[in-house]
């Protein structure tokens, strides 16, 4: 299991990559149809308490075939280490199973469905396809995915699921630049948005199938009472089933 590493007290600000304009104002928005980004949707003590739970639980699921790994696809070992929660993410094939071994996947906490709630209520007042799942989402699974100094995702379509429901994304920790292109390749053309800790990513609709990744982290942007010292947790919720 990896070491999801405590805070520490010299953090940095997030900094977004240093870009033009990194101290405008990041307004709520509606990136494009079906996708939006609400900053600092998470405050400090709710982002610290989440780190906290997924902690816990990624030590409860030390040595169970649940436990916090890199999983390895047919590309290779990924630099992110994962943790399933409601629904295991199984690959080859790639598939959502329920148990492994005989014993079920760990639960998603209260504290996630909680913030699953609120999340789609807050998107769904800047995006009519995101407001038509407020009330009736299902979080099925859930995956806690660790990214460490140097870790990326590579672009790739949540595709394992039967629902179009929506994707919940909460990030917390060290600033991440998340590319979403379209719906048919891998190809440009992209909207990139950095992701500082505590922001919300919610995409449906139209763009449910997206491809999607994150081509960097920018090390030492963790704020100060996060509950991270370094790198990333991003906290994805799914519905998987109609």
């Given at each position: 299991?990896?070491?999801?590493?405590?805070e520490?007290?010299?953090?940095?600000v997030?900094?977004?990559?240093d870009?033009?304009?990194a101290?405008?104002?990041?307004?709520?928005?509606e990136?494009t149809d079906?996708?939006v980004?609400?900053?600092g949707?998470?405050?400090?003590?709710?982002?610290?308490?989440?780190?906290?739970?997924?902690?816990?639980?990624a030590r409860?699921a030390?040595?169970?075939?649940f436990?916090?790994?890199?999983?390895?696809?047919r590309?290779?070992?990924?630099s992110?280490?994962?943790?399933s929660l409601?629904r295991y993410?199984?690959?080859?094939?790639?598939?959502?199973v329920?148990?492994?071994?005989?014993?079920?996947?760990?639960?998603?906490?209260?504290?996630?469905?909680?913030?699953?709630?609120?999340?789609?209520?807050?998107?769904?007042?800047?995006?009519?396809?995101?407001?038509?799942?407020?009330?009736?989402?299902r979080a099925?699974?859930?995956?806690?995915?660790y990214y460490?100094?140097?870790?990326?995702m590579?672009m790739?379509?949540d595709?394992?699921?039967?629902s179009?429901?929506?994707?919940?994304?909460?990030?917390?920790?060290?600033?991440?630049l998340?590319?979403?292109?379209?719906?048919?390749?891998r190809n440009r053309?992209?909207?990139?948005?950095?992701?500082?800790?505590?922001?919300l990513?919610v995409?449906?609709g139209?763009h449910r199938?997206?491809f999607?990744?994150?081509?960097?982290?920018?090390?030492?942007?963790?704020?100060?009472?996060?509950?991270?010292?370094?790198g990333?947790i991003?906290?994805?919720?799914?519905?998987?089933?109609?």
């Open positions: 299991m990896p070491a999801i590493v405590h520490r007290e010299d953090a940095h997030p900094t977004l990559f870009a033009p304009g101290d405008l104002p990041r307004p709520p928005r990136v079906g996708v980004h609400l900053p949707f998470l405050d400090l003590p709710t982002q610290r308490s989440l780190v906290a739970e997924a902690r816990r639980i409860s030390a040595g169970t075939p436990a916090m790994v890199r999983p390895r696809l590309s290779g070992q990924m992110v280490y994962m943790l409601g993410w199984k690959s080859h094939p790639y598939r959502y329920e148990e492994l071994e005989g014993m079920r996947v760990p639960p998603i906490p209260e504290s996630f469905h909680k913030r699953t709630r609120e999340a789609l209520e807050a998107a769904g007042r800047l995006s009519g396809s995101l407001a038509a799942w407020s009330g009736s989402f099925e699974a859930a995956l806690v995915n460490p100094p140097g870790s990326t590579g790739h379509q595709a394992n699921e039967l179009e429901a929506p994707v919940i994304s909460l990030s917390i920790g060290d600033t991440a998340f590319r979403l292109g379209g719906t048919e390749n053309p992209w909207n990139e948005i950095p992701l500082l800790s505590g922001d990513i995409f449906g139209a199938r997206a999607h990744g994150v081509p960097k982290v920018e090390e030492g942007t963790a704020p100060d009472g996060c509950g991270l010292a370094e990333r991003n906290i994805t919720i799914r519905q998987v089933d109609l």
